[in-house]
Each structure stands twice: as C-alpha cells, then as structure tokens.
C-alpha cells in the first residue's frame, strides 16, 4: 500500500520538532556554584501541530490520472522560564522566574518558615 503524501509532511514536521525540543529544553543542564550550591534552570515547553491537504483537481482529464496532491503542515513552539531549581548543602528551593500573587510568595516561603521553627526548637 503507498504511503499518502500527507505522512512526509507530518514526519517532516515532527521530526524538526523532535531536532528542536529535548530534555535540556526543560530542565536545564545543572549549574554548580562557589558556594557549593548547584543550579537547575526549569521551563515550560509548549507547542502546536497542524498539518493538511487534499487533492487538486482543476479540471477532468482523459484518460482520468491520480490527481496532484497539495498540503501544508506547520508548527509553533513556546518556551517559557519558570524559574530556577537550587540545591545546596543544607536546602533545596526553587527560585521563580515571574513574580507571582503574594498568596504564591507566602507558599513558597513556608519550607523554610518550617525549617527555621525547627533550629528555634532545638535550642530550647
């Protein structure tokens, strides 16, 4: 059976895509700093596909022949940062990239809110 010409277009496409978007795209490749700490760099990826045609036939032949084929295919990609992932020896957080609403802020804040009642605790 032969493949229908709208395939070539579509594993054209897919396969720039594929070139185009990794796992580095995503999480970023680690960044170790001076103080011992390591960074992570983290982002949205998204993206859109579209692809389509048919056939074209102007006007009848004789003898009748496979019409031409037209189509089209396209694609759309989004990269968006999120922030940064940091480890360090005695933490981990993660570090936005966009300010948030201060409901998101106070989220954030709360492990190390935990962390340091915990040190407090210990004292007494």
């Keep these: 059976m032969d493949r229908h010409p709208i395939e070539g277009l579509m594993n054209t496409t897919l396969e720039s895509i594929r070139d185009m978007i990794d796992v580095n795209t995503v999480v970023g490749e680690p960044i170790a700093t001076a103080d011992g700490a390591t960074v992570v760099p ?63 802020r106070v989220i954030e804040l709360i492990p190390q809110m935990v962390a340091e009642l915990k040190k407090m605790g210990d004292k007494f």
């Design 42 to 104: 983290i982002s949205r990826v998204s993206f859109g596909f579209v692809a389509g045609g048919g056939a074209v036939n102007p006007r009848p032949a004789t003898p009748p022949t496979e019409p031409p084929f037209a189509g089209g295919a396209g694609a759309g990609v989004t990269v968006q940062p999120l922030g940064f992932l940091v480890t360090g020896p005695d933490a981990v957080r993660l570090l936005p990239a966009q300010c948030y609403q201060p409901i998101d």
